[in-house]
């Protein structure tokens, strides 16, 4: 049966880990979904797949392009869908234009929005209320990069007490779930105990209640991970050295036989 909103905050409720991933394409979605994952983000962080520097310049275009194609690979997990940087932040109207695009062009089940300032709230409320799920994320949130940098939050106690306010601001504005991403992990255990709602981390340790990583990172294709990644595997070593092989079979006749 395909994992539902309703199912994570369940989840929650059971103490059942909740695992997710990003994918950025067809093969990939169709081999996290066989394998058994809950949730599968395609994410801004993508961006970087396509060989920019940040998340910062990738489009709403691009995302439902490669949101489409996920979804193709998708029929189990729950499939949420980024909202690219200045896609949302400038109105509501422009916020319920670019998640209803989402949702009516690739068939994903809900959107994710950083932030949790006063602004970013009335917005999460105002899509909830039109019928488009919202995932939040707080803490680090890569779209601010040349705001916060990318070292982590939550560090001093007004840090602290802040995003815990956003956090329960979110919930309380309709979101079923929170990307806490890059905090201390007590600060992650307080945000997960005081919602009801589904808290998925991202380097803030290990009591939310589940994870998400970049999955290039976790299947060592990315040139620079991040320090609270894991990698599984080094595929791109592994590629790397397969295309060298080939490269020598066809240079020296070896391939074809």
């Given at each position: 049966?395909?994992?539902?909103?309703?199912?994570?905050?369940?989840?929650?409720?059971?103490?059942?880990?909740?695992?997710?991933?990003?994918?950025?394409?067809?093969?990939?979605?169709?081999?996290?979904?066989?394998a058994?994952?809950?949730l599968?983000?395609?994410?801004?962080?993508?961006?970087?797949?396509?060989?920019?520097?940040?998340?910062l310049?990738?489009?709403?275009?691009?995302?439902?392009?490669?949101?489409?194609?996920?979804?193709?690979?998708?029929?189990?997990a729950?499939?949420?869908?980024?909202?690219?940087?200045?896609?949302?932040?400038?109105?509501?109207?422009?916020?319920?234009?670019?998640?209803?695009?989402?949702?009516?062009?690739?068939?994903?089940?809900?959107?994710?929005?950083?932030?949790?300032?006063?602004?970013?709230?009335?917005?999460?409320?105002?899509?909830?209320?039109?019928?488009?799920?919202?995932?939040?994320?707080?803490?680090?949130?890569?779209?601010?990069?040349?705001?916060?940098?990318?070292?982590?939050?939550?560090?001093?106690?007004?840090g602290?007490?802040?995003?815990?306010?956003?956090?329960?601001?979110?919930?309380?504005?309709?979101?079923?779930?929170?990307?806490?991403?890059?905090?201390?992990?007590?600060?992650?255990?307080?945000?997960?105990?005081?919602?009801?709602?589904?808290?998925?981390?991202?380097?803030?340790?290990?009591?939310?209640?589940?994870?998400?990583?970049?999955?290039?990172?976790?299947?060592?294709?990315?040139?620079?991970?991040?320090?609270?990644?894991?990698?599984?595997?080094?595929?791109?070593?592994?590629?790397?050295?397969?295309?060298?092989?080939?490269?020598?079979?066809?240079?020296?006749?070896?391939?074809?036989?």
């Open positions: 049966m395909p994992v539902t909103t309703q199912q994570l905050i369940q989840w929650k409720q059971q103490k059942r880990s909740i695992v997710a991933l990003t994918a950025w394409d067809y093969a990939i979605a169709q081999i996290l979904d066989v058994g994952v809950d599968i983000l395609v994410g801004d962080s993508m961006a970087v797949v396509l060989g920019y520097e940040t998340t310049p990738i489009s709403l275009e691009e995302m439902l392009f490669h949101a489409k194609a996920v979804r193709r690979g998708v029929k189990r729950l499939m949420v869908v980024d909202l690219p940087f200045m896609t949302y932040q400038e109105s509501l109207e422009q916020a319920m234009h670019s998640a209803g695009r989402v949702l009516k062009e690739t068939g994903a089940q809900a959107v994710k929005l950083e932030g949790g300032y006063p602004a970013m709230i009335e917005t999460v409320a105002r899509l909830v209320q039109a019928g488009i799920p919202v995932m939040g994320h707080v803490g680090l949130t890569p779209q601010s990069i040349h705001q916060i940098g990318l070292r982590q939050q939550g560090k001093t106690e007004e602290l007490e802040r995003i815990l306010q956003q956090a329960i601001a979110l919930e309380q504005a309709g979101a079923f779930s929170i990307v806490l991403e890059h905090l201390p992990a007590a600060l992650a255990l307080n945000i997960t105990q005081k919602t009801s709602i589904p808290t998925i981390g991202i380097g803030a340790g290990p009591h939310c209640d589940g994870q998400i990583l970049v999955t290039s990172d976790v299947l060592g294709l990315s040139e620079k991970p991040p320090p609270f990644a894991k990698i599984y595997t080094n595929l791109r070593s592994n590629i790397t050295q397969a295309v060298q092989n080939y490269i020598i079979d066809v240079q020296e006749g070896k391939f074809p036989e």
